[in-house]
């Protein structure tokens, strides 16, 4: 469940690189059909979050600020994707994506079932 839930998370990661940079270059057409399978990998990411819940014993705060800033970073993803396609401003979106990353990683990374708990 794990792995499942890392790999949906590092795929759209890369899919949303993708799809910025067919969005800058004017490829709306490309940049369409990236977002679309970025949609899909959103439920991917949920479906493995929620399933990891169901793993655990007793869900305690740090489970619940996890899957919120795992919500927020899909949020953002969407978000920005939209911004930069209606060529709006995004640096506020940005700031947000880098503090949610952090702390996504840092949360995921301090809770048992990870690779990097110690
Ligand atoms: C883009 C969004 C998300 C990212 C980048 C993300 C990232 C991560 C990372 C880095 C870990 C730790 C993996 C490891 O080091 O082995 C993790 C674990 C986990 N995530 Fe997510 N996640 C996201 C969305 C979600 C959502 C939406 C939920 C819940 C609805 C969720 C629930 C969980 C749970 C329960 C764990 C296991 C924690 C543990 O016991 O170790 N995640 N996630």
């Keep these: 469940m794990i792995h499942g839930h890392i790999t949906a998370w590092i795929l759209a990661l890369i899919l949303f690189v993708v799809a910025l940079f067919l969005l800058k270059g004017g490829k709306e057409k490309g940049a369409k059909v990236v977002k679309m399978i970025l949609r899909v990998l959103y439920i991917a990411i949920l479906a493995t979050g929620v399933g990891l819940l169901f793993m655990v014993y007793k869900i305690d705060v740090w489970y619940v600020l996890k899957a919120v800033v ?7 993803f969407e978000m920005i994707l939209s911004r930069v396609a209606n060529k ?23 809770l048992p079932m990870s690779f990097l708990h110690p």
């Design 70 to 76: 795992g919500l927020w970073i899909i949020g953002l």
């Design 88 to 110: 709006r401003r995004t640096s506020v979106f940005w700031i947000q994506f880098v503090v949610a990353w952090v702390l996504v990683l840092y949360l995921g990374g301090r």
